[in-house]
Structures are given as C-alpha cells and as structure tokens.
C-alpha cells in the first residue's frame, strides 16, 4: 500500500487509494487500508492531510513541504522550496510566544479549473469568513489550517 502511495501526486483519500490497491489486491477491504494509513501516519511513512471542510487526503512522501488545495476540484499539489518555518521567526517577534510548530494551508485556484472556467478574483469560496466570504491575502486568520505544512519550531 505504501508503494502505490508514493508513486501518487494525487494525495488521494482513503477510498481512492483502496481503489488502487485493490487492482494489486483484490482481496484487500476498506478497513485493512484504513488500519495501514493509520499505522503509516504513526510511524511517520506518511502524512494525513485534514484541510478544512475535505475529506483527509494521504501523502506517501514525508519529507517537508507545503501543501496548496483547489477550492474548485478540490486537487491537491505539493508546493516545494519554500523554506522550513519560513515565518516562525516573525511569529514569535510579533506574538512573543515560543512557537512549537504549525500547520499552514494555502488555496486557490488550480491551473486547469483557471482554464476551463476563467479566474474571477474575489470570487466567493466561503474560504475566509473574516473577509465577507471573500478570498484574501495569506495573512488572513484562514490561511493557517489544517494539514498543509507541519513545521516544528526547531526545522
């Protein structure tokens, strides 16, 4: 199971990935994946991503990196060369809490739905409710959620 992960980019949930095991596996059930995406998340073979209002999506390629969600389709792609903590520093200055980690999610618009449908700015997403139901900058409170990149305060 772990091997079918790490060859997707997709980030899929557990149900699409038991789709594709199940090709390799027939005999394989939903729960015996879930169980081992449990398991791989706990040993650190993999990552879970919880964002905000979607289903959890799996991520067999642990190492850092930030991740970025279509609020379109809903498509999920790894943002990379973006530093480790690359703001825990000026968190830290500003709120003079010691930072131990965080989880930041960014969201947008996919290449192919920008193509398909155009790009409206301030197109309602329902992403950011701070700024009328209105897409904003990353320095809005909605930008830190759940699952993008976990930093430790040490990276």
Known sequence: MLEELRKLDS??????????????????????VYRNLDLLVQSGEAR??????????????PGHHYHIRCVRCRRVDDVHDLPPGFAVGQVRQLSGYEVLGCRLEFFGICPE?????????????????????????????SAVGDGGGDVGAGS
């Open 113 to 141: 739905c920008k193509t398909r449908v155009g790009a409206v700015r301030d197109e309602p997403t329902g992403e950011n409710e701070n700024s009328g139901g209105k897409e904003s900058t990353c320095a809005a409170p």
């Open 11 to 32: 980030h899929p949930t557990a149900v699409e990935l038991f789709e594709i095991v199940r090709t390799r596996l027939p005999n394989i059930s939903l729960g015996t």
């Open 48 to 61: 879970r991503l919880e964002f905000s209002g979607a289903k959890a999506r799996f991520d067999g390629k």
